[in-house]
C-alpha cells in the first residue's frame, strides 16, 4: 500500500529567525503549503520544496493580535485564514501565481535537449511568486479552538462554546453567523434527536473538527472528551443543526475524516484509535475497527504511547497517520491493516542496541499525491537538535558564524505506494506488483533469461502464453526492477497520479497532471508525445489500463471540451493520429478491462459498458469501440465520490446456470463495485425466457439486463478476480479475492459436484472463507495459490556519521522488500471446518503439482496441532484427526507427518500420534514404500517415544534395508545411530540424519581425505572409519560403558560383515566396492579372513559373465575385416596407473582426491609372497615402469595426467601411455611382442584398435585395478585370475601362477584356479572366441599350472599347521610397526602380501570367531527373508 523508503529530508528556512515552525497546512491541491510561526507565516512550494513568501507580523499588531496558531486555505488557494491567541481570524489574500511571474525556474546548458520545446507551456519545475497581503481582521473575542473550510464559508469553533460561520469574502449582508453549541440536540441516533438535547453541554466547547464531505457533517471532539457528528437539516449551515454522540468515550483528543470511506478517526487518551461509520438507516455512531499497537509486536510501548495528537488521512484515503504525545509515527490501511511503526525495531534503536527517544511531531501533512509527508518536530526535539549541529559546526569550522545553523528544519519523509490505491483496474495490476514513488516506478522483475529471450526478438510474447507468468517469473528474485520516468515528461507533469502495467508485466503507463506517457521493457525505452501541444490538451480523469498492445486511457479533452475514451497502440508513435477516440457524456471517475471489454463508472453514478475490437484494415492497427450498455446506479450510490472500485467479472452465484456450459465462465456475468468498503455485486438478471439463438445472432442480441445489487462484503479494500479460465483449478481461478485490512483476506469460492453429479439443491454454490496472512496483498496468483505483498525494511547507518544527531543517526535507512505468502492451507482448512472435505479433496488435488504442495500440507497439520494440543479447554469436535485423514489421500502423508512433528515440541507428539498412527507403523510403511530417508525421520520419533530395544530393533531393519539400496549417507548415519543407542545416549536424540555431524563416528574424515582402504588402522588412526579400532579401545573408566560399546560395534561389524559376504556370493563386485568405499569398511582385512570361505570363486564363467555386465565390459571379438570404431561410445580414456590404485584407490570411485604420498618400500614382511618379489619384477620388463628404479619425475608425470586428463575421451591419449604402462595397467604392447620396428604395419595398427574397442569404460578399468590391487593384498588368487581375465592382462595371471608354486597355498585353490581356467578356456573356445588369442597367450603358464598340480598335492598335509603358525606370528605384531599392507614398493611392484588372518583393528579376535558360520548363516537367512518380503 504505502511504504517509507530512504531517509527524510531536512528543509532548512532560508530566512535567519528565531521562531521556529509548528503548524503546516496544505492546500487543495498540496502544490503550497502554509508554515506558520509564532508571528510568521510563509508559503513553501511543492516541487521544488522552496521557500516562495513569508509575512511577519509587526510587534505593535503581534501584540495586538497575539501569537499565531494555525491557518486554513480557501478551497481555491486564493486566501489564507489565520486564527492568532487573542480571538481573531486574520485573512491573507494569496496574490500573484501568474504564469508570467517565477521565483525560481531551471536553467538549462546551452544546446540541452531539456530546452523549452513551447514557451507558452509553464514547466512545473518553475515556483511561482508569490505575495501576501492581509485584510481586515475578524475579531471573535475567544480563543480559536478549531478552523474549517467549507466551499465558500470559513467554520470557526471558539472556547466559549459557539460555532462561527464567517464568509471569505468578508462581512457583507451573509458575511457572519453564530451557532450556540448548547442548542444543538444530541442523541444516540438520529431517530431520537428529534426530543430536544439530551447531553449537558454547559460549559463544553468544540475542541476539534472536521467536515465530511460525502457524509455532509462535522465529526467533533467535545472538550470533555466525548465523540460526536453534527449534521445540518438543511442545504446550508444555519441553527438547524443536529448530532449523535457515541456512547462510553470520554477520553477524543483529535479526529480526522476519510471522505471516500465515510469513516471518522478519533484519536483516544489511551492511544488508541477509534473508527467509526455512520448506520445510513438510523444515524447512529457505529465503531468500524480500532487502530493500536499489539503487545505481540510492540511489546515494550504499545500502552505508553500517551494520548493521540495527530491523524492524518493520506490524498487518496488508503492509508492514515497517526502520532502520539510521546512521538513516532505509524501507519495503518483504511480497515486496520498496520503497516509500519517508528516506535520499534531499528526506529527506536541504534546499533549499538542503546534506545533512541522518538521524535515528537508537532504538526504534520501529506504532499501531493502522498508521495511525501511533511513533518515539523516539537520546538524541544528541533532545539536539542540544533545546539548539537552547532557543537559540531563549531568543531569543525569555529570561524563560521554559528547563527546560520539556527533555521527552522521540516522533514520530509518519502513513501511509494501501490498502483491499486488510486488505479485499481484489477485486470492489468492484478498478477503484477506494481508501485509508484514521484519519480519512478517498482515492478516484480522475473527470470532474467525469459526476458532476455524476449529482448532480442523485441517482440512481446504471445497473449496466451503470458497471462500467467508462473512462479519462475514472479518469485525468480528479491530485488525490484526499478524503472525511472521520464524527466522531461516529469518536469512539465508532476506528480505522477495514475500508472498501469499489462498482464505480461512488461509495458507500463504512467499518467500526471497532464498526457500520459509509456515505458517497455522490450525496448528498454520511454514513448512520450512527440506534440507538447497534444500532451497539454488532455488530462487523464478516469485511470490508465492495458488491453493487448493497446493503452486504454479515460481522459478530458480541454480542445474538445469533452470527456473520452481513447486508445494508442502501444507500438506506434504517440501522437493522437493513431489514436482511437470515442466521445462520452460524462466525467469518468474509474476505468476497468475484461477480457475485451471496458467498464466505466462515471460521475452521473452510471455504469457503461463498452466492447473493443482490433481492426486490422487500415495502415496502422486500430481498435472499433462500441457502448453495449448502461447501468444506472444513482439509486444506490449516494455520492460518486464513494466508489473506490469497479470491475467486471465472470463471477456468479451459479444459479440456473448448468455446469454444462463451462463457456460462460469467460463470459462477463457481473459487476463487482466497491461502494465505501461495502462489495456490492450487480448478476446478469437470468430469471427471463432464455431463447437459444443461434451462433450468428449472438452479435446482435442484447445484452441481459443486471439484478439489483447484492452485498458480498464490509471492510473491502482491494478485490481480484482472474479473467481466464483453466478447467483443472476451477476453484482458484473462478474465485473471489478480497483484501479486508485487520481482518485479513476473505475468498468466495464455487463450490463444484464432484464428477459433475447433479449437485444437491440444499447446498449453497459458493462460499466466503475468511483467512488472516502475515503480509499486505498486492497481488494474488490463481493457479499458484500465492498471494504477493511488500513490507518496509530497515538498515542503520549510524555509525558512520560523525554528528549523532544527523539524520543518518536519527532514522535508519528504509527500504521496501518483496514478499509472498502461501494461503492454500487456510483455505483448505476452512473447508473442512464446514464438512466440505470432498471440495478441500478437489482443491487440493488440482494444487498436487505445486512445488511447495508438501509445505502447505505441513503447515496445515502444524497449525491445527499447535492450536488444538496447546488449547486449555477441551475441544469438542477436534479438527486433527479429520486434516490427518484427509492427508492420508495424498502420496506425501508419511513426509508430512514425520516433517511436522520434527518442527514440533516433543510435548505434542503424543496428541499427533494418537490422531495419526502408531509411528512404528508409520516406519514400517515407509520402508515398505522404500522411502528410506522418511523412515530414518520416524526412527528419531521412535527413539524419543520408545524404549531403547524397540528402536535398535527398527534401526536395524533401515540398515539393512539401505545396505541393500546403496544409501550409504543413510548407512553411515545408521551406524552412528546404532552406537549412540548402545552407549545411552539416549536422552540426547540424534541429529537429522539428513544433515551432516562432523563429529558423529568419523566417516565425514573419510569423506574429506583421501585415504586408501587397504592402509593398516595404526597409520589412520585419526580416520577412525575402522569400527572395531576406533570403537574397542578403553576410553573410560567404566568397564560397563566399554563392554556395551564393544558389544554395539560387534553388532554392527557383524551386520557390515553379513553384508558383505552377501554381496560376494552375489558375484557384485562393484557394489562390494562402493560399500567398501563409502562406509569405510576394512574390505583387505575381512577379505583375509574370508579367503578360503566367502571369498572363493565357485563358477569362473559365471563369475567372468557377471563382471563383464555389472562393468559394461564388451566381450572381445575377433577382427573380421570390418572393425569396431575406438570412439564409437566415447569411452576410451586415459589409463590409470599404479599409482592411483595404490593411494586414492577407495576415493576413484568417488571421483575424490588423489593421495600424493610417495611410495614408500618397507623391508619387515616376513611372509610368504616375499621371496616371490624378485622373480616377479623380472618376469616383465615392459611391465615394470613403477619399480624401485622409476624416477620421482616420471610419478608425477602420471599424478599430472590422472588429475588433468581423467575426462578426455582421446584415442591419443589412450595410446600414449602404451610406452610406459605399468604393470598393473597391462599393456597393451604385450600382446604383439613380437614387433621389434618402429613402423607399424595395418594389421597391427588393426590390432591396437580392435584391443581398444574391446575395452571398457575408463571408470570401469579404473575399478576393476582397483579391486585387483585389493584382492592381490588379501590373497585371494581366483578372483585375481577371473579379474585378470576380463582385463586380459598376462602379467596378473602369469604372476598368480608362478605364485602357485608356494607350498603354502592350500591345495584346493591351486586346483580351483587350474579348473576354473580349463573352464573359462573351453567356454571361450564355444561361446566367446574374443578370449581365445589371449589363452594362446598365455598358454605357457597354463602348461606349468597343469604340470605343478602333481606337487602341490604332495604339500597338503602341511598346509594347516603352517597357516596356524603364521597366524600366531603374526599376531602378535607391535601394532606401532608398519602394516604388511603397507610394504608396497619396488620389491613387491604390486604390493602383494598375504595380511594376518586375525580381524584388523588392534585386539586379538576370541577362537569361538572363527567359526561363527552357522549361527550368521541363519540370522542372514531370516533377514534376508524379511528383506525380500520388502523389496
Known sequence: MYFLTGWPRRLLCPLKSK?????????????????????????????????????????????????????????????????????????????????????????????????????????????????????????????????????????????????????????????????????????????????????????????????????????????????????????????????????????????????????????????????????????FMQLSHKLELTPKHYPDIYNKTGAVKLICWSPDYSVVMVTWECGGLSLWSVFGAHLFCTLGEDFAHRSDGTKKDPIKISSMSWGAEGYHLWVIPNKSERRTEEEQVVQDEELKTPHKNPSSCLQAGIFQFYFIKSALTVNPCTQSNQEQVLLHGEDRLYLTCGDPAQVHSSLDTHQPPNRDSSISQGLSTLLGHKHWHVVQIHSTYLESNWPIRFAAIDTAGQCMAVAGRRGFAHYSLYTRKWKLFGNVTQEQNMTVTGGLAWWNEFVVVACYSFNDQQEQLRLYLRTSNLDNAFASVTKLHSDTLLLNVFRDMVILFRADCSICLYSLERRNDSPSPSVNVELLQEVSMSRYIPHPGLVVSVTLTSVRTETGITLKAPQQACMAESIMLNLAGQLIMLQRDRSGPQVREKETAMNNKKPLPFCPPVVLAQCVENVWTACRSNKKKRHLLEALWLSCGEAGMKVWLPLFPRDHRKPHSFLSRRIMLPFHINIYPLAVLFEDALVLGASNETVLYDGLQASSESLEALFPYCTVERTSQIYLHHILRQLLVRNLGEQALMLAQSCASLPYFPHVMELMVHVVLEEEATSREPIPDPLLPTVAKFITEFPLFLQTIVHCARKTEYALWNYLFAAVGNPKDLFEECLMAQDLDTAASYLIILQNMEVPAVSRQHATLLFNTALEQGKWDLCRHMIRFLKAIGSGEMDTPPPTPTTQDPTSGGFEFFRNRSISLSQSADSVATGKFNLQKTFSMPSGPSVKGRDVECAENMYIDMMLWRHARHLLEQVRLRDLGCFSAQLGFELIGWLCRERNRVARVEDFVFALKILHKDFLWPFPVIPVGCINSPLKNGKCRPVLSTRLLKSGSADSLLHSDMDTAPLQTTQNTSTWIDGMAQRTTDMDTASSALSNQQSPQTQDAFLSLITNKVEEYSIGSATDLTETSSMVDGDWTMVDENSSTLCLSQAELEHISMELANKGPHRSQVQLRYLLHVFMEAGCLEWCVVIGLILRDASVIKQVISFLDHPEIPPETVKNIKNGLLAVEAWASTDCLGYKPFFNLIQAQLQQLLESTTEQIQVEAFQPSSQSKLGGAEGQICPASPRPEDSRGGTTPLGLTLPSLEPVGGFSRPLSEDCPDEPIKEQEDEEGAYDCTLS
Not at 540541452?112 to 492581509?134: D, F, I, T, V, W
Request: with cysteine; charged share 20%.
Open 19 to 283: 521562531e521556529e515552525p509548528f503548524f503546516i497546512q496544505p492546500s487543495s491541491q498540496r502544490f503550497y503549503f502554509a508554515v506558520v510561526s509564532q508571528t510568521q507565516l510563509s508559503i513553501w512550494f511543492s516541487r521544488p520544496s522552496v521557500l516562495i513568501v513569508s509575512y511577519i507580523e509587526s510587534v505593535k499588531a503581534a501584540t495586538q493580535f497575539g501569537s499565531y496558531e494555525k491557518a486554513e486555505w480557501k478551497p481555491d488557494d486564493s486566501m489564507i485564514a489565520v486564527a492568532s491567541a487573542k480571538g481573531y481570524v486574520l485573512m491573507f489574500d494569496v496574490l500573484g501565481g501568474g504564469d508570467d511571474r517565477c521565483l525560481y525556474e531551471p536553467v538549462y546548458p546551452r544546446g540541452s535537449s531539456r530546452m523549452k520545446l513551447n514557451p507558452g507551456y509553464k514547466e512545473e519545475q518553475c515556483a511561482p511568486a508569490l505575495s501576501l497581503e492581509m485584510k481586515k481582521p475578524v475579531d471573535l473575542e475567544a480563543p480559536i479552538t478549531s478552523l474549517q473550510t467549507l466551499q465558500e464559508d470559513l467554520l470557526v469553533c471558539t472556547a466559549d462554546g459557539y460555532l462561527h460561520v464567517l464568509h471569505w469574502d468578508g462581512l457583507g449582508s451573509n458575511g457572519r453567523k453564530t451557532i450556540c453549541l448548547t442548542t444543538i440536540p444530541f442523541s444516540l441516533d438520529l431517530q431520537s434527536a428529534r426530543g430536544g438535547p439530551s447531553l449537558d453541554l454547559e460549559g463544553v466547547y468544540i475542541c476539534c473538527m472536521e467536515y465530511c464531505i460525502t457524509l455532509d457533517g462535522f465529526a467533533v471532539v467535545l472538550s470533555d472528551g466525548r465523540l460526536g457528528f453534527i449534521t445540518p437539516l438543511s442545504n446550508t449551515i444555519s441553527a438547524d443543526l443536529q448530532g449523535v454522540w457515541a456512547p462510553d468515550v470520554t477520553d477524543g483528543t483529535y479526529v480526522a475524516v476519510n471522505n471516500k470511506y465515510r469513516l471518522m478517526a478519533f484519536g483516544c487518551a489511551s492511544g488508541s484509535v477509534l473508527v467509526y461509520t455512520i448506520d445510513t438507516t438510523t444515524g
